[in-house]
């Protein structure tokens, strides 16, 4: 006789379904009515936090000892977890080993930090910047009242972060990310000082100009993206991401917040390109260009809040090749054309009302009048995933699931063969050759000598967070997601 599971077996449960996103909005509120009032659940849950967040460390740390890699071909039951949300036994066990296997829907934070912060939109109409995200993020105690995401930061203080990331609106427009130990200090809407630290930054237009000041240098980025990293009292190093930008080096004292008019010299450094520059902007001379230092900081700057660890954002270089992001067990994001006009409809595999507030999911089996398309107008963001199998075996077939959460919400998705071919003819970048792509589109019913169950994925009730599960024999994934930064879009 089947023993009946205990009230505690059953919390446990709901929390391995919280932390997996699986469940509606409806069973999320009543899950968190239950920690507010009950301080016996609240500790069941921040043991568990506890232990997965020691086991996705350990495996980690296990999986880089080898060289980032894993041998283990993972072969999951096919589970119709989108429009089922039942939990069983089978599926507890399931997912703590794929946790093991840092196959995990999100990361979670080790005992005594912060979990990443979502915020709403900002409104910058008195303030020259604010947080949007912090993830981890320690500051000194020099900072009174720790800035925390939402909160608007004050001009000309110098704010210190000892660890974490952060990432900053500044009321220009710009968006810069930090990653600790770095201080800096907001001039205005426009400028910001790196006294010392990391920093990718982005400016999604020429109108929305930034400008970064480290020592007497002078970084101006007119709608391009850059990473800089300025050492305590050493040289600045400068990489250029996409596009170009001017840097103003003044040997003199006139930087951006003196009185002085300024004496400088000027110097365009282009994408691809990287040079490193004496504090007093005496010198300048080319390195050789790297982005992997940006790493981390550079899907936080162009608005990916978080990934499961199965998935590897690839850093902004030269000569890019997507046939080489292959792998049997791990995913590929990296960006396409960001903050792009639509200009006349376009039609997707699956569309997000951003009115309606409630979770889509694909495949659904649509007839030719139900085509999603997105409208004429919207301004989006495009970010390719991608999952190759390197083991060429048609016997038998990979699955990988997991998430991806967004600062803006979601627009569409394309994932079939002549959508995606339609949608990167927009969004593509120009140096990727697409067209040695053909057969890979997710597939809506089993398919293939191995019979790998149907893709899945599904699009969370606010919009920021997509869900998928693919399950690839032979031929690859792709996964073509639009984010919408259209004005009111975002409002959610």
Known sequence: MQKKPSQVDEFERQVVRFQAGAMTQEEINAFESQLRTDERKRLIYLRIEKQSAEIARLMKRQINLHGGSCDRVVVLPQRNWLSHPTTRKSIWIGITVAIALVITWASVPEQGQQRPELTEPIRLASSSARITYSDNATWSSANAGAPVAGVDLKTRTSYHLTSGSVRLQMAGGGIVSLEGPSAFKILDQQQIDLIHGRMAAWSPNETNGLTVQVGNLGIRDPGTAFGVYAAARKDVELSVFDGSLELELRPTESRLDSQRPPERSTKTISEGEAVTISRDA??????????????????????????????????????????????????????????????????????????????????????????????????LSSYLLVFRPKTKDRSTYRSLSGSITFEKPIAAVSVRGKRLELSERIFGRPDVDYDSWRRRSLEDRASGIAKAPADRIAISADGHRLNFELNVDFNPDHIRVLVDHTAGQGEQ
């Open 282 to 379: 005496s010198t300048a001379n080319s390195i050789e260009f790297d982005s992997e230092p940006y790493a981390q900081l550079w899907p936080l700057t162009v608005g990916i809040d978080s990934v499961s660890h199965l998935i590897d954002f690839v850093p902004p270089q030269t000569g890019f090749k997507l046939a080489a992001l292959a792998s049997d067990d791990r995913l590929f994001l990296f960006p396409e054309r960001l903050n792009l006009t639509l200009t006349a409809p376009m039609a997707v595999d699956l569309a997000r009302d951003p009115d309606a507030k409630q979770a889509v999911t694909w495949p659904k089996f649509e007839q030719d009048s139900d085509v999603p398309v997105v409208p004429a107008g919207r301004v």
